[in-house]
């Protein structure tokens, strides 16, 4: 607080003095310097003033949370540049150098943060596939409380017994302290609501490099938000509100619309939720800088951010024990995190829990700063810090996508999606704090040699011949490093964990009783309306593709209360005047019970393709998704000769994801109680003569929906013992000795988990196992792509989500297989 006083004393007795010392005939002696290294100096002597401003204003708000600011403007004008000219030169090549501690000592903390938040970013990524984003975020936050209470109560204990001398009260009044607590608890709130959403982006993002791309998008909002609470006057107006830099917002609002618009499995709810955090996040630094502006009092120590936190961190875990009691089911979550060790348990929440105590950051997010000197955010701030700031946001988004493509994760990025993000990172950062980055390198390499490291000098890396080459070189690396990363080496990576053989089984031998016949299957389930097969039958027969090839339609049902009259009959049929016929089945062995009956009952006479379609899912919207996804990738059976060109042999019209045989379940709760995926990967794949050792199950796609097209000689490659075996089990009544149905092969239930998470009403176990929806329906459900021999590597990468439907520069069998 005095520090920042004298500081401004002593410029304006020297700048005095000077103006004496000119006003008697003194001139300045000053050696001749270049129209560039001089502007290289001036701004080096500018980035070194808002730093030391910068700096000051950060001791003040440690030393007093978030309540300090020394009111001290720093005008961006040239007059600035020419008052420091008047000061002594005798030692302007020392001062050329001061600023460069500053920025080491700033790149330290954001090499700190980038670290942290890149290691809490991929090990939520890893825990947060599996469910309870809300409980892993309480556990951070409990953690961070809990190690913050420690360290003071230690600090405590040390210094219990030292006499200390009797000072003067230097304590907030009462009025204060409240004002300062609530904007403390109301700011604190209002991150963790931020906080919450981000994880929440990070489990339901389907390709995490383009989630990496979006957290500079919170210095945008930053911006809008502060000059929007500018305007309103509930920021201080001691604040500089030039529009200089805003054109780095608008390079970065731009910057950041191709990688989402160019993202082939864009989820619109993990992008809302990405967009609300980012928001939320700049709104409680806002309420943080509200107006009154309330000094710190008093001598203040290191631990004064930590007695902060104790206050600070009360709402976020309010709010995450309540979001965790609401929407989770504990129990699981409990039961996860009591089964990690002592190393795992450092391992996944260390780097989470010092990211919040150290910077009070979250994962997937942006570095936390807040100008002290200028109404915008960290774009619009010219200062080292700021600089730093954005620049330590985009390397950890970097690092995220480079170390996290090894995971799980499969997705191709494009050029048109790196490109503007590296030109984000030119315009924000900007070439004079990219072109000490070849010395920076060096001297790191020298340091692992133990060498002498050479000392950083403006020249002549800030002489524009380097600055211009330093840029563009760091530009196309980083650029191509990250293609490289990605479609290359870990693309490659992964193909080593699909072991399908070379050749597939296909009943090349049988010939359809017509020469091209196609036939529309429809399970119509208990419960479900007429008017949904009614909509399936006006869709699907009719469309071009296959209306040419007269397609039959053939529904069962099991609903015990469907009525066979002539009038449901007519409706069902509609506008259809092709071959429909009506049979009802038992209520047993749920949908995949129903195709699998169909494809044993018709072995013989089998059509050369097949749809099947089911009305459990057949809500409009997924209808309508599942039609656009056959119309875009369906191929039929040549002309005149079925085989004459290719055509699909397999095609799901839901989604689907990857898993890996030994320990496999999917994004909804789903696992593989049975461990059928590797039996039935075996049972469904032909031994090659002369391989040793056999090809063993790997990585697999999982279908989700009972919705997909088949051809004949896919269906036939398989064993018919196969499907018969899968069938009984469905179907088997006799519930004591059915081994679909025992106890050691159905999903564990803990104690005090039933009608909670997954087995809640209407989640994949939300229905107790029976004969009408037996569990083992939900694992044949998901196979469908392993037992028809359409398991591959280019599904898992290149197939786009329904909703975006083709990916840039994709092909047509990029969802399917054609034989």
């Known amino acids: 607080m005095t520090t920042a006083t004298t500081t401004t004393t002593t410029n304006a007795d020297t700048t005095s003095t000077n103006e004496e010392m000119l006003s008697a005939g003194w001139v300045p002696q000053r050696r001749a310097l270049g129209r560039d290294e001089e502007r290289g100096r001036d701004e080096d002597v500018k980035m070194q003033l808002l730093d030391e401003h910068e700096s000051e204003s950060e001791r003040a708000s440690e030393r007093g949370g978030s309540e300090s600011d020394t009111g001290i403007e720093i005008e961006a004008e040239d007059k600035d540049d020419d008052e420091d000219e008047d000061e002594d030169e005798d030692e302007d090549e020392d001062e050329d150098e001061d600023a460069l501690p500053k920025m080491r000592s700033a790149s330290a903390k954001g090499v700190l943060w980038v670290v942290l938040a890149t290691a809490a970013t991929l090990n939520g990524r890893i825990l947060l596939r599996g469910a309870f984003p809300f409980y892993f975020t309480l556990l951070l936050h409990l953690g961070a409380y809990a190690m913050a209470a420690l360290t003071l109560l230690l600090l405590k204990l040390r210094t219990f017994w030292i006499p200390k001398a009797s000072e003067p009260s230097d304590a907030y009044s009462l009025s204060e302290s409240f004002l300062v607590g609530v904007r403390t608890i109301v700011s604190s709130s209002i991150a963790s609501l931020a906080m919450l959403l981000g994880a929440q982006a990070l489990q339901h993002s389907p390709n995490l490099p383009v989630l990496a791309m979006l957290p500079i998008a919170t210095y945008v909002t930053d911006s809008l938000f502060f000059r929007m609470a500018y305007i ?81 961190g009360l709402a976020p875990m309010l709010v995450a024990g309540i979001a965790t009691s609401k929407y989770e089911n504990v129990t699981a979550a409990s039961h996860i995190a009591g089964s990690w060790d002592v190393a795992h348990k450092l391992l996944y929440l260390g780097p989470g829990v010092l990211l919040l105590i150290v910077f009070g950051s979250a994962m997937n997010s942006a570095y936390p700063f807040t100008s002290k000197v200028h109404v915008g955010g960290a774009l619009e701030d010219p200062s080292a ?183 449901t009959v007519q409706f069902i049929r509609g506008e259809f005047g092709g071959d429909l016929s009506i049979q009802t089945l038992n209520n047993t062995g749920g949908v995949t019970a129903t195709f699998l009956h169909h494809i044993i009952d018709r072995w013989a006479v089998m059509s050369v393709q097949t749809i099947f379609l089911s009305t459990a899912t057949a809500t409009a919207a997924q209808t309508r998704l599942h039609l656009q996804r056959f119309l875009d990738y369906f191929t039929p059976m040549g002309f005149p000769l079925p085989d004459a060109t290719p055509k699909t042999g397999f095609l799901h019209l839901g989604e689907q994801e990857a898993c890996r045989c030994e320990s496999c379940f999917d994004s909804l ?131 786009p989500s329904l909703e975006i439907r083709w990916r840039f520069g994709g092909k047509k069998g990029e969802c399917g297989c054609l034989e």
């Open 385 to 567: 810090a700021a600089t730093d700031a954005v620049a330590s946001t985009l390397q950890a988004g970097f690092f995220t996508l480079a170390i996290g493509v090894f995971g799980q994760e499969r997705n191709f990025v494009e050029w048109l999606q790196v490109i503007p993000v590296t030109l984000i990172y030119v315009v924000c950062v900007g070439p004079r704090h990219i072109g000490y980055y070849p010395p920076r390198l060096l001297n790191l390499i020298l340091r692992l040699f133990r060498r002498r490291q050479l000392p950083l000098h403006t020249e002549p890396w800030q002489l524009l011949f380097f600055l211009a080459t330093s840029t563009v070189i760091f530009a196309i690396l980083i650029s191509c490093n990250a293609m490289y990363l990605i479609d290359t080496v870990a693309h490659q990576h992964d193909l080593k964990t699909w072991h399908d053989p070379s050749t597939i089984m296909l009943d090349t031998l049988y010939r359809a009783p017509q020469l091209r016949s196609f036939d529309v299957i429809i399970a119509h389930s208990e419960g479900d309306p007429v008017e949904a097969i009614a909509d399936l039958v006006h869709l699907f027969p009719t469309q071009h593709l296959i209306s040419w090839l007269s397609p039959r339609v053939t529904v069962y049902s099991k609903d015990p209360s469907f009525s066979m009259t002539d009038a």
């Open 232 to 312: 309103v006057r509930i920021l201080p107006r001691d604040l500089s509100c030039g529009i200089r830099y805003f054109y780095k917002v608008v390079c970065v609002l731009l910057g950041v619309l191709p990688p989402v618009m160019f993202d082939y499995r864009l989820s619109n709810r993990s992008l809302v939720f990405a967009a609300a955090g980012f928001a939320l996040a700049s709104l409680s630094r806002v309420v943080a800088c509200v107006r009154p502006r309330i000094e710190p009092k008093g001598p203040q120590s290191w631990d004064g951010p930590l007695r902060a936190y104790l206050l600070a």
């Open 669 to 799: 709760g789903w696992e593989d109680s049975f461990h059928l995926v590797p039996s039935m990967w075996s049972a469904s794949r032909p031994d090659e003569p002369g391989v040793s050792p056999a090809p063993h199950c790997g990585s697999v796609m999982l279908t989700r929906g009972n919705n997909f097209v088949a051809s004949a000689a896919r269906i036939r490659g398989v064993k018919k013992d196969v499907w018969e075996m899968l069938y009984d089990g469905l179907v088997n009544e006799d519930l004591s000795n059915a081994w679909a149905h025992k106890k050691e092969k159905l999903p564990v239930v803990l104690p005090g988990e039933m009608g909670r998470g997954r087995f809640r009403p209407g989640e994949v176990y939300g229905a107790p196992d029976g004969l009408e929806r037996p569990y083992l329906g939900l694992t044949v459900e998901r196979l469908w792509g392993v037992l028809l021999q359409c398991s591959r590597p280019e599904i898992a990468w290149g197939c």
